[in-house]
């Protein structure tokens, strides 16, 4: 569907550098990445709004590279949904079919259509400065879809809309994808590609990082950078070490954690994810892998509960839910144990 | 205390700054008696000079804003080699002493200057004619109609005009749904600028046409002739009329449907 072949583009002090993606018919591919990584500048050269300085962009087997931004079959949905103010909402959605010099009827009947199926039909006649969030979103979606596009590019669709309101986008997307729509959809939340994507690319510094199903990209990050946007706020500095034929990594303050076993470099970063690690009030009867002594520092709530930092000598996360902490019974300055299993800690080369 | 003080302080040199301005022209309103200005309103010298001072101003900014919206966009949007220099000639009748202007555009209009031979040529001589005050005019006052209808065109977010192009609309097409009603009021607000400064231009018209009379001109020639008695109610009366036009302007210009934009989020 679509192939990027080592796609440059130079951007002031920027530069996209050997971009090569490839994303198959119907797949849904999700690119993570900060603010400044040029997420939005990739997806401009694929909707043909700039051209690469080297490289190429095919999409349907056919070189666009250099074709205008009108001859290709891509949607592209702005991070803050660019509508057009001085238009209605039906003036906004009905545009790209003037462009196209529809018949007036054909226009009606394709944006009465479109309307319906994204819940908007009640306010076509509105113009779009008192629009809330969610509806601005629908707006833009449909303006896109009306043009029936084969591939759909989303710049950062969540990030202007209330958290309530995403599940519902999540599902307009999900569907229109069912629908065999292929999608790039470009975000800096982890959350949105674990619970949308077939597919994950970071993009980091105008080079993408790492590439794979979601569960590989977040279960064995190549790095810290990626690591971050797995939402792993553990992480060691350690040498590794051969020592009574097993595997261990060495904190900088001499902590030690039993790992499985790998062939490893001389130093590293262990991960940990903070669901991956146990915490209790008393000493574990027995210690299988890695048991560790701490004292609770710091306990806040958090998205998905209550995040307790625990000082062992190095500082971990453990992430519990509101239940799991009250059947504790722990608190600040509270001795606890954390374990964890050998597999559970990533262990990736260099410092990341 | 302090701040009280600072305050006092401000109001009295604002004050001072407004009675500056009017002062001068509630002074010349109250030594203008109603019999004068109704003898001046009768006058047919009067009643032409203001009608061609109007007409030909009006003229010289709808004309020239074919050229100068296009150029104001280019300014806002593009970037080229040497667009600062361009910039500095936009400005640059701004600069020059009008009469001066007057004296380069005569130069360009006369028999032995570029236009001027095009239009002998066809049988025209611009020179004391209504199409030369409108080339003086246009050429001291266009930088206020192409600057504010450039700031016009870059608070345009620049992502409308890509999402429109995504949609398959042609560049002319996005210019003229997208830019130009957005960019509408700053251009009305140039526009309105520039046929004022171009109704109240002397210096520059004097040079090349002192026949017709604009308004300006028939002021300063009833001054000179008759000392400023004489002057005075052609003055009010002009000032009357540009004023009302000035408001009128303002208010077609305002009545065109605000529309909010949005700052660009685009990094």
């Known amino acids: 569907m679509l192939k990027l072949k080592n796609v440059t583009k130079k951007l002031g002090n920027f530069a996209l550098t050997d971009i090569n993606i490839e994303i198959p018919e119907g797949e849904y591919y999700v690119l993570l990445g900060r603010s400044g990584s040029g997420k939005t500048q990739l997806l401009e050269l694929i909707a043909g709004l700039s051209e690469p300085d080297s490289g190429e962009i095919w999409i349907n087997n056919q070189n666009v590279t250099s074709k205008k931004i009108q001859e290709r079959p891509v949607g592209l949905v702005f991070q803050d949904y660019a509508i057009f103010p001085n238009m209605t909402v039906f003036g906004n959605i009905a545009y790209s079919l003037h462009s196209r010099k529809l018949k ?206 625990v000082d062992a000598g190095e500082i971990f996360y453990v992430d519990l839910t509101v239940n799991e902490f009250k059947l504790l019974h722990i608190n600040e300055l509270s001795n606890v144990w954390l374990t964890f299993s050998k597999e559970a800690a990533i262990a990736l080369p260099g410092t990341g | ?66 050229a100068a919206i296009p150029l104001a966009w280019l300014m806002a949007r593009k970037n080229f080699p040497l667009k600062n220099i361009v910039q500095g000639i936009i400005d640059l009748p701004v600069v020059l002493p009008h009469t001066a202007a007057g004296i380069a555009v005569l130069g360009f209009i006369s028999r032995d200057g570029f236009l001027g031979n095009i239009a002998d040529a066809l049988g025209l ?82 040079i090349v046409a002192y026949h017709p009379m604009i308004a300006p001109v028939l002021i300063f020639e009833r001054f000179s002739s008759f000392g400023l008695k004489y002057a005075r109610p052609a003055s009010v009366l002009f000032i009357i009329v540009a004023l009302a036009i000035f408001i009128l302007l303002r208010l077609i210009s305002l009545k065109k449907k605000e529309v909010q934009l949005s700052p660009d989020a685009e990094a």
Not at chain 1, 111 to 121: K, L, R, Y
């Open chain 1, 104 to 309: 007036r009827k054909e226009i009606n009947q394709r944006v009465t259509s479109i309307a319906d199926e994204m819940n908007i039909s009640d306010i076509l006649n509105r113009f779009t400065q008192n629009l809330s969030g969610g509806e601005l979103q629908r707006v833009a979606l449909a303006r896109t879809l009306v043009n029936s596009p084969r591939l759909l590019l989303l710049d950062e669709p969540m990030a202007s809309i209330d958290a309530s309101l995403k599940d519902d986008i999540k599902r307009t997307f999900r569907q229109l994808n069912r629908n065999g729509l292929t999608i790039i959809h470009v975000t800096h939340d982890y959350r949105e590609a674990v619970s949308l994507a077939d597919k994950v690319g970071v993009i980091h510094n105008g080079h993408i990082i790492q590439e794979g199903l979601p569960e590989t990209v977040f279960r064995m990050p190549v790095n810290k950078f990626v690591a971050r946007y797995a939402g792993i706020r553990n992480f060691f500095r350690v040498k590794f070490l051969w020592e009574e034929n097993r595997w261990k990594a060495v904190c900088d303050g001499n902590l030690v954690f039993n790992i499985s076993d790998s062939s490893y470099p001389e130093e590293g970063l262990i991960l940990l994810k903070s669901d991956d690690i146990k915490i209790s009030g008393t000493e574990p009867s027995k210690c299988i892998d890695n048991c560790v002594k701490g004292v609770i520092r710091e306990i806040n709530p958090s998205e998905y509960g209550i995040e307790i930092m």
């Open chain 2, 125 to 206: 001589s611009l020179i004391n004619n209504p199409a030369g005050i409108a080339l003086a005019m246009a050429f001291v006052s266009l930088p206020f109609l192409i600057n504010s209808a450039r700031d016009g065109f870059s608070a345009v977010p620049e992502r409308l005009e890509k999402a429109a192009l995504t949609l398959g609309a042609s560049r002319s097409r996005v210019f003229f749904s997208i830019s130009l009603p957005l960019a509408w009021r700053s251009i009305m607000t140039g526009f309105v600028m520039m046929f004022a400064r171009g109704m109240s231009e002397f210096g520059a018209v004097v």
């Open chain 2, 1 to 66: 205390m302090k701040n009280s003080l600072f305050n006092w302080i401000l109001l009295i040199l604002s004050s001072l700054v407004l009675l500056f301005i009017l002062a001068p022209l509630a002074g010349m309103f109250l030594h203008t008696g109603g019999s004068e200005l109704i003898e001046t309103v009768r006058d047919k010298d009067v009643q032409e000079s203001i009608w061609l001072t109007l007409w030909v101003s009006f003229a010289a900014t709808f004309f020239f804003a074919f």
